[in-house]
Nanobody, 127 residues
Framework: QVQLVESGGGLVQAGGSLRLSCAAS????????MGWFREAAGKEREFVAA????????YYANSVKGRFTISRDNAKNTVYLQMNTLRPEDTAVYSC????????????????????WGQGTQVTVSS
């Protein structure tokens, strides 16, 4: 069982930045592909960004490409989401997810591929 704990959410003005962190309770963090998803009020959960086990491959939703950066530190069992130039439409609960995989370079967009989820952290962007 892997526990994921997000932090770093909050209230920010449009154009501002936030950095989310997700700490994993496993000593085999490097065996997991990681992803960030978000769920806005009244909407379905949507993919934001994904990163491969090694961190060498990343993938972004078109809506955040060029503004958000996903990264990971396998020594610290942590994945990050740097969010710049935030917009009101980025307001949502952001959750990280972990997927055990043997494929080192794969990035996963499908929520069904992830076995473990964090509780989420609220990000609110005011206009």
């Amino acid at each position: 069982q892997v526990q994921l704990v997000e932090s770093g959410g909050g209230l920010v003005q449009a154009g501002g930045s936030l950095r989310l962190s997700c700490a994993a309770s496993t000593r085999t963090f490097g065996n997991y592909a990681m992803g960030w998803f978000r769920e806005a009020a009244g909407k379905e959960r949507e993919f934001v960004a994904a990163i491969s086990r090694s961190g060498g491959t990343t993938y972004y939703a078109n809506s955040v490409k060029g503004r958000f950066t996903i990264s990971r530190d396998n020594a610290k069992n942590t994945v990050y989401l740097q969010m710049n130039t935030l917009r009101p439409e980025d307001t949502a609960v952001y959750s990280c997810a972990a997927a055990l995989t043997t494929q080192i370079h794969i990035t996963l967009l499908d929520t069904n591929r992830y076995q473990y989820w964090g509780q989420g952290t609220q990000v609110t962007v005011s206009s």
